[in-house]
């Protein structure tokens, strides 16, 4: 088959699949939409409420992130929502500014709906811009089947893990066209902008999530730095500026909330600003039997903090700073017993009922693990796809450390599932690449050698 040829049946194939998969998106939405009132009715932790009482805030007193008292008093949320993550109250807020109608539950459920398919669309559309058509088509029509409205579809924060898992998946095919430069520059600009956007509110909606993907962002940036060998000084301020980027992603919560407090001067809130690490990790250690009393229970926390240091109230600093010394301390004197609870609950995550077919995802991964080697032939340049497969199955591994190191539930980790999906999509693009694009990555690749 001469190149025209199959260049114009690809083009057709992907132009009539992201139709297809792009409609299917719509409607998944719209009925998810209709369901939100009855879904509404579901219960939620009191954390559900206290965003309510916000965005009724916003509505009120033209404000983000606070909660209206007693004659009109503006209090930060963390006091009123403690040991929370932001950005569903952030999203909450300025959706209840465009309606004039009371803020309610509901509400609650069509923002994290939206959540779930803005991460979908944006993860393919990433795929697309950095040279992977097959991957994003496949993302979007798979990702819309399973993750609009989810698989938990409530008006609590597990209803999103599904978008904020897209999230911090949508920079790998960003930082791998870093190091091959296949694509124009204004796709990897656009690519850049929206991995930096995406991480930012992963952070936001949920700290542990968005920290994983910071961390492996970052990993591989540095990778992509070191296989690249710059040269010039041009390039190294362009890794200086992702750096900097970085940092000011981790720093995003306590940004936004110091210019709330500026903007109207209020003082300085009671209660940590975030989640926190430091409680999930000591709690973690007591999902397990344990010599130490530890259950994993915020009520036994706060009284471990309290026995410490009766300043240490649970949700203030300073009860993150006796959970961390705590944790510290049992790691330095009790490392084998720690290592004992870890290994059982890393048996625990791997037998978590994730499944395909009734078959669990390890298996998926096992599979796909075995494939890479064929797929990396040191006789010839490795395409995108696998690369990117590559970088994906580490931070899925990094995301299911969750269980071993918190709690291993599947509903806090049932987004693994898409996850092993995105796998086999890349799989799938890699073959598609090998079907219609050989001469022409070919020749990108001279290309990128020239440049590089």
């Known amino acids: 088959m001469e190149k025209p040829v199959r260049q114009k049946i690809k083009i057709l194939l992907l132009a009539f699949g992201f139709a297809g998969a792009g409609t299917i998106w719509a409607r998944r939405i719209t009925r998810a939409l ?33 909660v209206c008292g007693p004659q009109n008093k503006l209090y930060p949320i963390e006091d009123v929502s403690p040991m929370d993550d932001r950005g569903h109250g952030l999203l ?9 109608r009371p803020f309610d539950k509901a509400d609650i459920v069509r923002v994290n709906i939206w959540i779930n398919a803005v991460g979908i669309l944006l993860l393919a559309l ?5 040279g992977m058509p097959w991957a994003g088509f496949l993302s979007l029509m798979v990702g819309s089947c399973y ?3 989810g698989p938990i579809m409530s008006a609590d924060a597990q209803a999103t893990f599904f978008g904020e898992y897209c999230l911090i998946i949508l920079p790998i095919p960003w930082v791998v066209q870093l ?4 694509i124009a520059r204004w796709r990897l600009i656009i690519a850049g902008s929206l991995s930096w956007a995406a991480l930012t509110w992963a952070l936001l909606l949920r700290e542990a999530i968005g920290l994983i993907g910071i ?10 730095f070191l296989y690249s060998k710059p040269k010039t000084w041009k390039i190294y301020c362009r890794y200086g500026f992702h750096l900097f980027f970085g940092i000011l992603i981790l720093m995003s919560n306590s940004i936004i909330l110091s210019v709330r407090d500026r903007w109207l001067n209020l003082p300085p809130a009671y209660l940590i600003k975030s989640h926190g690490i430091a409680h999930a990790f000591h709690q973690g250690l007591g999902t397990e039997p344990n010599s130490w009393g530890i259950q994993y229970d915020d009520t036994n926390g706060a009284e471990a903090a309290i026995k410490i240091n009766p300043q240490a109230i649970f949700g203030t600093p300073l009860y993150y700073v006796e959970m961390r010394r705590l944790y510290l301390d049992i790691l330095r004197r009790y490392p084998l017993q720690v290592a004992a609870i870890y290994w059982r609950k890393f048996k625990k995550t791997l037998a978590l009922p994730l499944q395909f077919a009734g078959i669990s995802i390890m ?13 990396l032939q040191p006789s010839r340049s490795p395409s995108v796809s696998v690369i990117v497969i590559l970088a994906m199955e580490v931070t899925l591994g990094v995301f299911l450390l969750q269980g071993v190191f918190i709690i291993p539930r599947p509903i806090f980790l049932y987004p693994a599932k898409f996850g092993t999906l995105l796998l086999l999509m890349g799989l ?13 990555r070919r020749s990108l690749d001279s290309a990128s050698r020239e440049r590089s």
């Open 34 to 66: 209709e369901q939100a009132p009855s879904e509404a009715m579901a219960s939620t932790y009191r954390r559900v409420d206290w965003w309510i009482l916000s965005a009724r805030c916003a509505q009120l007193r033209k404000v983000l992130l606070v």
């Open 363 to 375: 298996w998926y991964v096992l599979g796909v693990t075995c494939a890479l080697p064929f797929l």
């Open 92 to 100: 909450a807020d300025m959706v209840a500014l465009t309606q004039s």
């Open 428 to 440: 799938a693009d890699a073959g598609m690449d090998w079907v219609f694009d050989r001469k022409r």
């Open 126 to 130: 990433v795929f697309l811009l950095c």
């Open 147 to 149: 993750g609009i409205p």
């Open 215 to 224: 961390a492996c962002t970052g990993l591989f940036v540095v990778i992509v």
């Open 179 to 182: 190091a091959y430069h296949r």
